[in-house]
């Protein structure tokens, strides 16, 4: 670090300082406070009212041997997947596929973007409505003479977890492809020049050198992704409230319906609580990831 | 012309050949895919009920209409009422023009005062900050309600204000934090030799300076509190929901045979600004989320 | 061992002509620097020759064969570059293998050639590591070596040591002269640095505007520069030039530029408008004034110690003239002397065309 950087001005210091307290009281109090006295709940007995009343580890065991939590989980893996593979797939597709100087560049790039500036529930309605098998796509291509044809995912126990697989990616994957486009084009040209020379693909050259240069930028989409899956929850609520059934249920959901219709706030906050481990487990190690990395280069 | 081609002189001859046509079929199929859906939120916002029931989801309107975009905007049932869209329009904007301008004001101290003034703490603070964006909303609201309740914020404007201005703090804060940092430190050193102390340097030569970032958190900010949902619904209270929810309340009170084009109209309306931010601002967008996601 | 030979090759990017008409031969095993100014198309003429960069007309022959539109694998090239282009991810042996691997040659060939380059540039401790592990000299020399496994006929050099301190600059320009000696191959180097240009070449070809304004080795183009352009580039403390007149006097022509007044050597019609070169390190200092016979009065305005010489700002007869002298030579500022013109080292460019007369 610049040793110039420390300075000792005293007024300076302590007006900086004061412009930073309300932050630090939110990060220490709400943040901070926050996670630690919902955690402190969920090792309580309470139900509608906070009971300072300890059972241990309780609330985390009959959380999961509840069917809606674990189906809860099993979804979020499963669309967790499936998410991010096809938004990684698809987004590192288009974004080497825009790279190849064609043109109309900012037209594509507009077109894959757009979706990611609209709102979860507009996303999660109109895929609704697109996939309805009375009226959406199965109901056209029946009209086109394939009386037989099926696609009624979104009433379906077991693929409704995929429609909002799709809703998501469509919505997501114009992130993953800014990402990675921004990262190739931050490759030096010589890089490119010294491909060249070398002899090698275009395909080869992406997939073992440009790809592999730009990972730090991949693997912080991937973690961004990752926190979008556990927090996943307007999409569900718009496209399918969760059904049919329990088959499309989040975790994130169980959290809001426990704490504000059912009112057990002790399993809430069990849940809620799991969710930050996972989200710690992730986050932590990228982090120290980050910051190894970042040493290295400097 | 045969003896030209014999002898290479001049630029490479450039075939159009298969591997430049599978390009641009993947990028058009892609776009295809991508405009699919408004596509057809558009078409279905504009036929009458009688077309919608034939089923022709692609098909261009026979018989356009505006009827369901006026439904949608001024008669549609939210819950009991059935008051349209323009209510959840306008607590939109309520919500949305106090919580820009104070997370950025705030966020714009933060980001200067952590950058360019190093204080002892800061680097803790800045990292506990960040991990702070990461916490599932929903780990934070039985905490939120009842901090809240205490102090009266909850199920009103302020108190969704401030909720909104929490959860932004980090990536606002991170935002200008980069971007000082990359302003050559010695037109800060120059302001404290000249004996300008934190708000002066702030105000005098920083604030001027930070146009392009003002521009580009205003765009997030904005996009984003717009596009929230979930906030809205635990803290706004029931006079101050924001339109998304009153949109989704929409679609899901419907009884009896379900208005698509209503509902494909109002889901068109609540997409509007953003969609109308992102056409415009282009690069900008791109720019706030890059910035937010490559350091985030 | 190539020739390579660039003919009437013209690139313009958009509207923008950046070579006009040029030509440019190559000798098989010869060391060419091509040197100029930024901007004067040095690094795109490079580029083009490796297939980079397409040409919008003319040709590019490499070892008699027309390559104009062969890719930059199958001239016969290998290339080094300012930034090094080292493939971020891979280890110093997998930057190495890499272009052999994707041509398909057997593994022990491959192995043979890498331990090969890494031998000549004592790589061998560093096989294992990736770039970020490395220094920058370090880094420049495993891409030099990445250019040596290709066992290409013609090297090409962009600005390689640009990115290094002085120092490793120097080391590791003596590597590069060392490698051409060793390999004979035909090298081509661009940089924009005069002291690699004549320590490295065999021949420069001096670039400006589009166009190379002299191509010669490096005496020749220190003794001889074709233009004023050259002159005022080549050579180091800059050459001094003073516009002036020609005129005819005792039989023979003499320059004048107010009351400095010059016999010369160069035929030229009287009144011709004309720009006098002298080499700070060619003018002769005498003691003091008049003492000297055929020396001009002088004074000393600024010295500038420079280690081992210093430079001497002088006046003559109104006209401001640096001197280089010995560092042992103590001149202090008001000091009268005269001054020497020996009238084979004078240069005088046309001031319109900034032709050599």
Known sequence: ?298 | MTARQMVPDGPRPTAFGPARLGIYGFLVVSAVFFLMPLYVMIVTSLKPMEEIRHGALFAWPANPTLAPWIEAWSSACTGLKCEGLKVGFANSVFITVPSAVLAITIGMVNGYALSLWRLRWSSLLFGALLMGAFIPYQVLFFPLVRMLAAIGFFGNLAGIVTVQVIFSLPVMTLLFRNYYASLPYDLFKAARVDGAGFWRTWRSVMLPLSGPMIVVALILKVTNTWNDYVLGLVFAGHRYLPMTVELNNIVNTTHGEREYNMEMAATLLTALVPLAIYFVSGRWFVRGIAAGAVKG | MAHVSVRKVDIAFGTVSVLDQLDLDVQPGEFVVLLGPSGCGKSTLLNAIAGLLDVNRGQIWIGGRNVTWAEPKDRGIAMVFQTYALYPQMTVRENMAFGLKIAGLPRLEIENRVREAAAILQLKPLMTRKPAELSGGQRQRVAIGRALVREASVFLFDEPLSNLDAQLRNELRVEIKRLHQRLGATMIYVTHDQIEALTLADRIAVMKDRRIQQFSTPEKLYQQPANRFVAGFVGSPAMNFQAGVMERADGGMRFRSGAFELPVDVMAHTGTEVELGMRPEHILVGESEGQDEGGMPATVEMVEPMGAETLVWTSVAGLPFSVRVDQRRRLSVGQKVSLRFPSQEIHLFDRETGARL
């Open chain 1, 1 to 298: 670090m610049d040793e110039t950087r420390y300075f000792h001005w005293r007024p300076g210091r302590a007006a900086a300082a004061l412009a930073l307290l309300p932050t630090a009281f939110v990060v220490l109090f709400v943040f901070i406070g926050g996670a630690g006295w919902a955690a402190l709940v969920s090792f309580t007995s309470s139900r509608m009212l906070t009971i300072w009343n300890f059972v241990g580890f309780d609330q985390y065991a009959a959380l999961f041997r509840f069917p809606r939590w674990q189906v809860s989980l099993e979804n979020m893996v499963i669309f967790g997947f499936c998410f991010i593979l096809a938004s990684l797939v698809l987004g590192i597709l288009l974004a080497v596929f825009i790279d190849q100087k064609v043109k109309g560049e900012s037209v594509f790039r507009t077109i894959y973007l757009y979706s990611y500036a609209t709102s979860f529930i507009v996303v999660g309605l109109v895929w609704r409505w697109i996939l309805d098998p009375s009226l959406g796509i199965q109901h056209v291509v029946r009209d086109l003479g394939f009386p037989s044809f099926t696609f009624d995912w979104i009433v379906s126990q077991k693929m409704a977890i995929f429609t909002i697989v799709i809703a998501a990616t469509w919505h997501g994957a114009g992130l993953v492809m800014v990402i990675t486009l921004a990262g190739i084009r931050g490759v030096d040209a010589e890089i490119w020049k010294a491909l060249k020379v070398d002899g090698v693909p275009n395909w080869k050259a992406y997939l073992f050198v440009i790809l592999p240069t730009i990972r730090g930028s991949i693997v912080t989409a991937v973690v961004l992704m990752t926190i979008g899956v556990v927090r996943l929850y307007d999409i569900v609520v718009a496209m399918t409230n969760g059904g049919p059934g329990s088959a499309t249920e989040v975790p994130a959901k169980f959290v809001v319906d426990n704490l504000f219709e059912r009112q057990n706030i002790g399993l809430a906050t069990a849940a809620s609580t799991t969710l930050l481990v996972l989200i710690l487990l992730v986050v932590v190690p990228w982090a120290l990831w980050q910051r190894a990395r970042q040493r290295r280069m400097a």
